[in-house]
């Protein structure tokens, strides 16, 4: 059966290496190609690179003020002649990109089953998170495959009357990346970036790691997390290592407001080996991002998570992550407490994290090779 694996972001890179991994070891029963819309170009680059993932097909989508009407036209249109020619049994997606969406109806259209990795993730919201949201709910109504990475995730699409037997719970592959990386990153000896920042790095301080990029955080949710940052890193225990998102909007604020501050050290993303060693040497996460909240708890780091909903209750639920929002006041008083109260630190760094085991793209993989 031919796989045709497809995503464009550096989040939607990092989930798939695995599944991509795990289908090409099963070479006797599938024929596993990869595409890239390159929705990011760089940050994508540096996944591919440390996964050694080469694309069989590359639609190079990038542009300068890209907007989503054109980014999804253009990735419908560039898909067309892939599909065509590889002819895929099945396409699978990932998320809720503007990539997922789009390569999802593509496939429709061209009569490919579609699988999507990492559904049934659900607000109900359909602006928080803006576009998130609706694009995950659509690529789930295209889907005939349902690779859910929780049982609450596949509550939610039960609840939707999609076919339970086209439903299965894998835990999420973020896992998988995760555990098969920590070990070889722990043990790389020459690395740039993990040199830097071993250079930056002030042992006798707390370092809290800081990531954000949500486009529901645009414009004054950002200019709240700047102050909530300067605040925090007053303190003279604490350190802020905060690798800054391409995006201009993101860029724009952090820079300016926090540039010049000694205790507060704005990088340049880094690639995810680097960033998960730094995750591991971190005392307390304070991030939107969705990937980073997943895999935090699974080296014990307490988070601080700048959103107001979330569609991964599962780890509030556990408690390894507190929902701040955008609150300046709010951020400010949990990352205090976490640094003052030990306990309650402890507590919530021996949590079990709720979000799988590192066997995610098996369960794919033996899901699609029954059906
Ligand atoms: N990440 C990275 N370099 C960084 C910051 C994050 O490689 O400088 C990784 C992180 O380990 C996680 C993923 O990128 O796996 C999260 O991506 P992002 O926050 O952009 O997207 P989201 O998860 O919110 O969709």
């Not at 997606?93 to 659900?122: C, M």
């Not at 201009?248 to 880094?270: E, T």
């Amino acid at each position: 059966k031919k796989v045709l694996i497809v995503f464009g972001t550096r989040p939607e890179a990092i989930k798939m290496a695995p599944v991509v991994k795990e289908f090409k070891k099963n070479g006797q029963v599938f024929e596993t190609k990869v595409c890239v819309t390159a929705q990011h170009r760089e940050m994508l680059d540096q996944v591919l690179n440390f996964f050694e993932i080469m694309p069989d097909f590359d639609l190079d989508l990038m542009k300068p003020n890209q907007n989503l009407f054109s980014l999804t036209g253009d990735i419908i249109n560039g898909m067309k002649p892939i599909l065509e020619d590889f002819k895929p049994d099945y396409v699978l997606v990932h998320g809720d990109t503007t990539t997922s969406i789009s390569v999802a109806l593509a496939a429709f259209y061209a009569g490919a089953k579609v699988g999507h990795v990492e559904a049934g993730l659900r607000t109900y919201n359909k602006l928080a998170p803006f576009p998130e949201e609706i694009n995950r709910q659509l690529t789930g109504r295209i889907a005939d495959f349902h690779f859910a990475p929780t049982t609450q995730s596949k509550e939610n699409l039960l609840s939707e009357k999609t076919a339970p037997n086209s439903i299965v719970a894998t835990g999420n592959t973020v896992i998988d990346a995760l555990l098969e990386s920590v070990n070889i990153v722990n043990e790389i000896t020459d690395n740039a970036q993990i040199n830097q920042l071993k250079e930056i790095i002030d042992p006798s301080k707390k370092l809290v790691v800081v990531t954000g990029h949500r486009r529901e955080n645009h414009g004054q949710g950002f200019l709240n997390i700047c102050s909530a940052l300067s605040e925090i890193a007053r303190r003279e225990d604490v350190q802020v290592i905060y690798p800054v998102h391409l995006n201009p909007h993101v860029q724009k604020p952090v820079y300016s407001i926090l540039g010049d501050n000694p205790h507060i050290h704005l990088i340049a993303p880094l690639p995810y080996e680097a960033f998960i060693w730094l995750m591991d040497k971190a005392y307390l996460i304070v991030t939107d991002s969705g990937g980073v909240q997943e895999e935090a708890p699974s080296l014990g780091k307490p988070v601080l998570v700048m959103r107001d909903t979330t569609e991964r209750p599962e780890a509030v639920e556990a408690g390894t992550v507190i929902l701040v929002g955008t609150n300046k006041d709010k951020i400010v008083k949990e990352a205090i407490d976490l640094m003052d109260n030990k306990d309650r630190y402890k507590r919530m760094s021996l949590l079990h994290n709720p979000y799988g085991d590192g066997k995610a793209s098996q369960r794919i993989v033996d899901f699609l090779s029954k059906n």
